[in-house]
C-alpha cells in the first residue's frame, strides 16, 4: 500500500511540511567536529535520520567530511549504504544481530556492534574465513542495557589475541551525559579500565553531550546525534535549528465568549476568540501531550504556542489526530487567512521549548514524524 508520498497525483500544499536546512545540518556537524579535533567524528542516523530522512542525512553530512554513521538495524544501514558507496564510508549497526543481519551486513559492507557473546558468535559464524570480518565491539560501564560485562569482554580479548576475533573499535555509551551527573565520571573510569584489554583499539565513547564534556571523553571516535539535528542548539553556541515543521491554516472562525473549543470542550472561551484550525495533529507526531488544555499537565512547563504571522500564538484546547487550534484573537483581523502556514517548531520556537511544554524530549517530536509530513530539503 502506497504512503501518501508516493502517490502520483500532485502533493497538497495543505499537508503538513518540515523543512530541513542542509547548510545547517553540516554547519552542526563540523562545529561539532571542530571540538573535538584529535578525534574523528561520526554521525547517528538511525531512525531514519531523526525522522528527517537517512539517506539525505547521510549524503549531506558525507558532503560535510563525516565518514562514520551509525544506525540501529542492519536493514538502516543498507539503506545508507545505497546513498553511500564511498568506500571510506563506514556504517556501523548498533544492535539485533542475528544470522540474516549478519549476512545482510556482510553484503552492504555494514560494521556489526557486538554486544552480546552470542553477537559475537554469530559474526565468527558469518565471517568466512580467514581474517575475520571487522566489527565493533560494545562494552557495559554501567548502563545495563547492551554490551559486555568484564568477563565477556576479556573472553572477547582472548579471542583477539587468537586472530580469531578483529576489532575495529571498542565503545560505549554514555547514560547521563546531559546532566550533572557523576555517572559519566564513573562511566569513564570503567571504560578505561576494560578497554585496555584491546590495546591499540581505537575507542569510542562519547554521544552529543559527551562531546561538550571536554577532550578527556573524546577518544578516538564521537557519535553525535540529536546536536547534529538541532536539539540541543541552547547548549552549544553555534548550533542552528535543522528542523522547521509548518502546517495550513484550514480555516479562521469566531468563536463566543461562553462556549468551548476543541475535544471535551477543554478551552472553555472567555473572550471572543477567533480561532485559527490547523491541518497538524497527533498522528503527523505533534504530541497530544502538547494541547493548550484539557490533558495532564505539570508545574513549570512552558506554554504551548506556535508561530503565526509574525508572533507566537497559543495552542487551544487539545491537539487532535489531524487538527490544532491556535487562538490569533490577538493578532490584526486580516492578519491570518486559509492556506497561511503556522510554524510548530523550527527557527522561531525552538524545538527544546516545544519537547518541554509535552514533557518530552526534542528525539521523540523529530523520530514521531509522521508519513504525512512531507520531508523537504532546503
Known amino acids: 500500500m502506497s504512503d501518501i508520498r508516493s502517490l502520483a497525483a500532485p502533493r497538497s500544499a495543505r499537508l503538513?511540511?518540515?523543512?530541513i536546512d542542509r547548510t545547517a545540518l553540516a554547519g552542526n556537524w563540523q562545529r561539532l567536529a571542530a571540538l573535538a579535533p584529535g578525534a574523528r567524528t561520526g554521525a547517528a542516523v538511525k531512525a531514519n535520520g531523526y525522522g528527517l530522512g537517512a539517506p539525505e542525512v547521510a549524503r549531506t553530512l558525507y558532503e560535510a567530511g563525516c565518514r562514520d554513521f551509525f544506525v540501529a538495524w542492519a536493514e538502516e544501514g543498507a539503506l545508507v549504504r545505497q546513498a553511500l558507496t564511498a568506500p571510506d564510508a563506514r556504517i556501523m549497526v548498533l544492535q539485533g544481530l542475528d544470522t540474516d543481519a549478519a549476512a545482510l551486513c556482510r553484503e552492504a559492507t555494514l560494521l556489526p556492534v557486538l554486544s552480546t557473546p552470542d553477537d559475537i558468535a554469530i559474526w565468527r559464524e558469518a565471517g568466512l574465513g580467514?581474517?575475520?570480518?571487522?566489527?565493533f565491539l560494545q562494552l557495559e560501564t554501567g548502563m545495563n542495557r547492551l554490551g559486555l560485562d568484564e568477563a565477556d569482554a576479556r573472553a572477547a580479548a582472548d579471542l583477539v589475541r587468537a586472530g580469531a576475533l578483529s576489532v575495529s573499535c571498542v565503545m560505549s555509551h554514555l547514560a547521563s551525559a546531559d546532566e550533572a551527573s557523576e555517572q559519566s565520571r564513573d562511566q569513564r573510569a570503567v571504560f578505561e579500565r576494560l578497554?585496555?584489554?584491546f590495546p591499540g583499539v581505537p575507542r569510542s565513547l562519547a554521544n552529543s553531550a559527551g562531546v561538550l564534556l571536554g577532550p578527556d571523553f573524546h577518544y578516538d571516535l564521537t557519535r553525535p546525534g540529536i546536536a547534529?539535528?538541532?536539539?540541543?542548539?541552547?547548549a552549544l553556541e553555534g548550533l542552528r535549528p535543522v528542523?522547521?515543521?509548518?502546517a495550513s491554516v484550514l480555516q479562521v472562525r469566531t468563536a463566543r465568549r461562553g462556549e468551548a473549543a476543541g475535544y471535551g470542550a477543554a478551552a472553555p472561551l472567555r473572550r471572543d476568540t477567533r480561532i485559527a484550525t490547523v491541518g497538524l495533529g497527533y498522528?503527523?507526531?505533534?504530541?497530544?501531550?502538547?494541547s493548550g488544555a484539557g490533558v495532564a499537565t505539570w508545574p513549570g512547563r512552558p506554554a504551548p504556542t506556535a508561530f503565526l504571522a509574525n508572533r507566537a500564538v497559543p495552542i487551544l484546547g487539545r491537539v487532535s489526530m489531524d487538527l490544532t487550534l491556535l487562538d490569533i484573537t490577538d493578532l490584526a483581523e486580516d492578519a491570518v487567512g486559509p492556506g497561511d502556514r503556522a510554524e510548530f517548531y523550527g527557527r522561531n520556537v525552538p524545538i527544546e521549548q516545544v519537547a518541554a511544554a509535552a514533557g518530552t524530549i526534542p528525539y521523540e517530536l523529530l523520530t514521531g514524524l509522521g508519513p504525512r509530513v512531507a520531508r523537504e530539503w532546503g
Open 130 to 135: 580467514s581474517p575475520p570480518a571487522p566489527a
Open 16 to 19: 503538513p511540511s518540515v523543512e
Open 228 to 234: 547534529l539535528y538541532g536539539g540541543t542548539c541552547d
Open 243 to 246: 528542523a522547521t515543521l509548518t
Open 283 to 290: 498522528a503527523d507526531g505533534f504530541l497530544r501531550a502538547g
Open 195 to 197: 578497554s585496555t584489554l
